[in-house]
């Protein structure tokens, strides 16, 4: 068994070495950084300009009197809103043919008018480019209802400041603690995801190298098949451990920089020190568990063609493990979210969800013992199809064995 040990050992260190001390090892750490920042700011920028393009003006083709109160209105319910306003008014002082007043303005290239609304507040008209049931629709007329029913409390003397509603504000309560650690459950999914995403596919192409130079014989013959596969799985491993050492790193040095713009998750149940270190684990795990299972495929490639031919169909099941996962975020009691911490491949996402959620800690352990097993059992099937497929041996010596044993 040692000896085992000590051949993986050999394995992850050759692999480490070969690839911290690369050049491209400095492309590699840098690369998700420029993407992640570009895509930070091109995302606000869009954003932004899709919150102006798809901004709604309205044509209100009425009185002045008419108009104040729909401006009234519209003040009164905007703050609701939030982030997507109410559509923005301006008047248009009525005159001539109401149709062909209506036509003018959505014709109007300078305006872009997406409605108009005219007649008055009792018989109200709008007119454009919405559905009946639309936003836009639903929206203009909450305004109009608003507008009316403060034109007849005026009328009755019955208006008056509005209701204060006092709060008071309490340490905790369920329903905003379990809401709030449901963000922190879906970021720890999303941070396992991405990761091993971005950095288990390169295990799709991990043997080619050595397959096309023949190294592999000589490695076959001096080592188990296992040991070369969990070496190579130990090394990649960490060498992401080193990736996301220097990105987490650049990121707090960012946020040392920017202070203000550092957001903060809310507290995990398990607390933040015992829900890292599990966040570390489980990544691990999910590591293992998908670059055994892209390690075993891609050993079976025999050129780059191949690997890029496998690397779609793999992305996809990423992303299916990872829909599975976020279906059991609150749900992890239930059929589906017992199945999906069942199920090895989706267990690491879902468990992490679960230790922001709930601060059982024996679950947490019968799952990493789980993850484990499926590991090892991973590595197995991936390198008895390796003999048996590609080394064209079923047991015993292989013919490379034997070749290399004459000489």
Do not use: C
């Not at 590591?287 to 050129?303: C, M, P, R, T």
């Not at 990872?322 to 059929?335: K, T």
Request: proline share 5%; net charge positive.
């Amino acid at each position: 068994m040692m000896g085992f040990f000590y051949s993986a050992f050999v394995i992850a260190r050759r692999d480490f070495v070969a690839t911290v001390w690369s050049r491209t090892f400095l492309f590699f750490l840098l690369g998700p950084l420029l993407i992640i920042g570009l895509s930070f700011l091109f995302g606000s920028m869009s954003g932004r300009m899709a919150r102006q393009d798809v901004h709604a003006t309205v044509a209100v083709v009425a009185k002045q009197a008419d108009f104040d109160a729909l401006m009234a209105a519209r003040e009164h319910l905007n703050p609701g809103f939030g982030a997507r306003p109410l559509p923005t008014l301006v008047r248009e002082e009525p005159g001539g043919d109401p149709a062909g007043q209506v036509q003018t303005l959505l014709s109007n290239p300078g305006k872009r008018i997406l409605a108009v609304l005219n007649g008055d507040l009792d018989r109200p008209t709008l007119t454009g480019a919405i559905s009946n049931e639309g936003v836009v629709q639903r929206q203009m007329s909450l305004i109009v209802d608003q507008a009316r029913q403060q034109r007849a409390l005026a009328a009755t003397g019955g208006t008056g400041p509005p209701v204060a509603v006092r709060v008071v504000v309490t340490d905790r309560s369920e329903g905003a603690l379990a809401a709030t650690r449901a963000i922190t459950a879906r970021a720890g999914q999303l941070l396992l995801f991405m990761l091993t995403v971005l950095l288990a596919g390169m295990l799709l192409s991990n043997l080619l190298e050595e397959k096309s130079n023949k190294i592999i014989e000589v490695l076959a013959a001096a080592l188990p098949i296992d040991a070369i596969f969990v070496g190579k799985l130990g090394a990649m491993l960490a060498v992401s451990l080193v990736g996301i050492a220097v990105w987490v790193s650049g990121a707090l040095a960012g946020l040392a920089f920017l202070p203000n713009q550092a957001g903060s998750l809310p507290e995990p149940a398990v607390g933040w020190p015992l829900f890292i270190l599990l966040v570390l684990l489980y990544y691990s795990a999910n590591y293992l568990l998908l670059g055994a299972l892209f390690l075993g495929i891609g050993s079976q490639a025999n050129s780059v063609r191949e690997v890029q031919t496998l690397s779609m169909p793999v992305t996809v099941g990423q992303m299916l493990i990872f829909l599975l996962a976020s279906y059991a975020v609150g749900a992890f009691n239930s059929p589906l979210g017992l199945g999906a911490a069942i199920f090895p491949f989706s267990s690491p996402l879902t468990m992490v969800a679960r230790a922001a959620q709930t601060s059982e800690l024996w679950p947490h352990l019968l799952a990493l013992a789980w993850q484990a097993l499926w590991v090892w059992l991973t590595v197995a099937l991936g390198a008895r199809l390796f003999r048996r497929n590609v080394l064209k041996s079923g047991g015993g010596f292989s013919p490379i064995r034997r070749r290399l044993s004459k000489r």
